[in-house]
């Protein structure tokens, strides 16, 4: 009698995680959430629902929420680079760009080889997301640890469109500030900042020879170095 209870609860389990499998891949967030809720409710020392059900929330803009689901997988033992990645994005979008960079050294701890975690670290250390709709706006301080990151993106995916964009902007923020421009060269960069800029939107261009954005970059770079020469 209890072995089939038990079989009866796994099968209950099984059921409502499957369904929020299938409707979260159908990005039905809210029902997928529901369905994952019921899960945990069935198994509560297991911490996938927990995890999916966070999933479903940073698909629904729902971030504090997002990060307490999160943080109760934590707690019921899940420790990986993906759900250490997912809490970074969720605090980005909450505009704690600290607690995002921090949460991304406890994925790359644990995967150093994640490029979009790379990617990440390079746009919050240049860049800061806005608190609203996730658009990029200025931040303080240490591009010349966002290079570094963008470098560990093509080191990883040479042909990373975005990688090489936001190296180029980053690096034509740098050529603008003698500071930044000298702390960059003592780590070992070529002193042409500028040229630099200039190298790595045109592998942009290379890649994709109709992007606005990189067209429109390119003229600013080009603009500077002519100022500047």
């Not at 159908?26 to 927990?50: C, G, I, M, T």
């Not at 934590?74 to 960079?101: F, I, P």
């Amino acid at each position: 009698m209890g072995a089939a209870i038990v079989d009866e609860s796994t099968d209950a389990f099984d059921r409502s995680y499957d369904e929020g499998l299938r409707l979260f891949e159908a990005q039905q967030f809210e029902a997928a959430a529901e369905a994952f809720s019921r899960a945990a409710v069935l198994r509560p020392e297991d911490f996938r629902p927990w995890e999916m059900t966070a999933c479903c929330l940073g698909g629904l803009a729902r971030w504090e929420d997002c990060l307490a689901a999160f943080e109760r997988a934590r707690q019921l033992g899940h420790e990986c680079h993906q759900c250490w990645y997912n809490r970074s994005r969720a605090l980005c979008r909450l505009g704690r760009a600290e607690d995002a960079l921090a949460a991304l050294e406890r994925s790359l701890a644990l995967e150093p080889n994640n490029p979009a975690a790379w990617y990440d670290r390079g746009l919050i250390l240049g860049m800061a997301y806005g608190r609203a709709a996730g658009e990029l706006e200025p931040f303080d301080g240490r591009h010349e640890q966002a290079v570094a990151a963008f470098d560990r993106v093509l080191a990883l995916e040479p042909d990373h469109q975005g990688a090489w964009y936001c190296k180029a902007y980053t690096l034509y923020k740098i050529s603008h500030s003698w500071a930044a421009s000298q702390a960059l060269i003592a780590n070992g960069a070529e002193a042409n900042i500028a040229q630099q800029a200039l190298t790595c939107v045109e592998r942009v261009l290379a890649l994709q020879p109709d992007e606005d954005e990189a067209l429109a970059l390119k003229g600013y770079i080009e603009a500077w170095i002519a100022e500047t020469s």
